[in-house]
C-alpha cells in the first residue's frame, strides 16, 4: 500500500469532521463528492445552498447529501459566533458589529465551527490567498502550546527506497516563515516530526538538522542558528530524536554520516529533514520534485491548535481529495 493509500486509510478508520469553505468552487465540490462516496471523512460545506445543489446536479455529483451544508447568509447560528469572535478579538478590538459581518465570511465561519467544537479542521485556498486562509485561523484556533511559528511541511515520495522511511521524506519549513531564528526553527523541527506521525505514519521520527556544515566543519552564524536551534528542540520535547547541524549527504547515507559524524544516531538515517530557511526548502523540494521525479504531497500547514490547511489557487481535485485525507489525520493527533 502507498503512501496516499495508508493515508487515505488512516483518515476512514477515524472519520474527521472537515470544513471545505469553498464549496461554490467546482474543484472543491467535485472533491467533496469523492471524499463523501469513498466515505473519508464527514464534511461541512459552507455556501449558498442552492447555488451548491445546481452545482452538484450539473456535474452530477451525487453524494453531495450527505454533507452538512451552511449558508453563510441565512446561519441561524450567526450570532452566537458572533459573540464568540467578539470574545476571542475583545482586546483587538473587535466590535459585535464587526463580528456580524465577519461570520459571513465563509473562512472566518469555518474556523469558529472549528473553534466551538463544530468541526475538526478546515482546507482553503482554491480561491482564496494563504494570508486569508492563515489569517482567520491564527485569530480564532491560534497555535499549538509551546508554538508561535506556523510551518509547511512536505512529503516526498521517492524511489529511493534506501533514504528516508522507505523512500519517503518528511521535510520542513517549505511554505511560510522565510527567515526563522533559532527558536522557531525549532518549533519547526517538534512540528515536521509530529507531521511525519500524524500524516506519514513514521512511528519512529528521526531529524536532521541541515546546513552546508556537518558538526563544526565550517564556521557561521547560520551553522550556529542551527546549532541552537537544535539544543532548544530537545529542551522542547526531550523525546525528540534530532541531531544537528548536518549536511544534506550526512544525514541520509549511511557511509556519508558514519565519516563526517561518528557516534550520531540520526545521520545517516534521517527520515525528517529540517531547512535552515524557506528559501533552502522551498527550492530543495522542487528541484527532488522535478529532477528526481518524487510525488510531493503538501504543503501541510503545521503549529496550529486544530488543522487548518492551504491549497494552491491551480489545485487539482485530486489535490483537495488528498488534502482532506491529510487533514483527517493531523485532526486525530490534535486530539491527543
Known amino acids: 500500500m502507498g503512501l496516499v493509500q495508508q493515508i487515505i486509510a488512516r483518515a476512514k478508520s477515524n472519520k474527521q469532521r472537515i470544513v471545505l469553505p469553498e464549496a461554490e468552487e467546482i474543484r472543491t465540490l467535485t472533491a467533496a463528492d469523492k471524499v463523501l462516496a469513498d466515505d473519508i471523512a464527514d464534511l461541512i460545506l459552507i455556501g449558498n445552498p442552492d447555488k451548491v445543489h445546481a452545482m452538484a446536479a450539473e456535474h452530477g455529483l451525487t453524494h453531495i447529501g450527505k454533507a452538512t451544508l451552511i449558508d453563510p447568509e441565512n446561519n441561524p447560528r450567526s450570532e452566537e459566533y458572533a459573540e464568540l469572535l467578539t470574545e476571542i478579538r475583545k482586546s483587538k478590538g473587535m466590535t459585535i458589529e464587526k463580528a456580524r459581518e465577519l461570520v459571513k465570511n465563509p473562512l472566518y465561519l469555518g474556523c469558529l465551527i472549528i473553534k466551538s467544537n463544530g468541526a ?6 482554491a480561491l482564496s490567498t494563504t494570508g486569508d486562509t492563515l489569517r482567520p485561523a491564527l485569530q480564532i484556533i491560534k497555535c ?3 508554538i508561535s511559528c506556523v510551518s509547511g511541511a512536505m512529503l516526498l515520495v521517492t524511489d529511493k527506497k534506501e533514504y528516508g522511511e522507505d523512500g519517503v521524506l518528511v521535510v520542513g519549513d517549505v511554505a ?16 515536521t516530526a509530529q507531521t511525519a506521525k500524524s500524516v506519514a505514519g513514521f512511528a519512529d521520527p528521526r531529524v536532521a538538522m541541515l546546513s552546508f556544515s556537518t558538526k563544526g566543519s565550517a564556521t557561521h552564524e547560520v551553522v550556529d542558528k542551527v546549532i541552537e536551534a537544535t539544543r532548544l528542540a530537545k529542551e522542547l520535547d526531550p523525546t525528540l530524536k534530532i541531531d544537528g547541524e548536518l549536511q544534506a549527504d550526512a544525514a541520509l547515507v549511511p557511509s556519508v554520516g558514519a565519516k563526517k559524524a561518528p557516534g550520531s544516531d540520526i545521520a545517516g538515517k534521517a527520515n525528517v529533514l529540517v531547512f535552515p530557511c524557506l528559501e533552502v526548502g522551498n527550492i530543495s523540494y522542487k528541484l527532488v520534485q522535478r529532477l528526481a521525479g518524487a510525488e510531493a504531497l503538501g504543503p501541510i500547514l503545521q503549529g496550529i491548535a486544530r488543522p487548518v490547511n492551504d491549497l494552491s489557487r491551480g489545485c487539482s481535485v485530486d489535490d483537495i481529495y488528498k488534502l482532506v485525507a491529510i487533514t483527517a489525520c493531523q485532526a486525530m493527533d490534535a486530539k491527543h
Request: charged share 10%; proline share 12%; hydrophobic share 40%.
Open 120 to 125: 475538526d479542521g478546515q482546507i482553503s485556498g
Open 144 to 146: 499549538a502550546p509551546g
Open 176 to 191: 511560510v516563515t522565510p527567515m526563522p531564528d533559532a527558536a522557531q526553527l525549532s518549533q519547526i523541527a517538534v512540528c
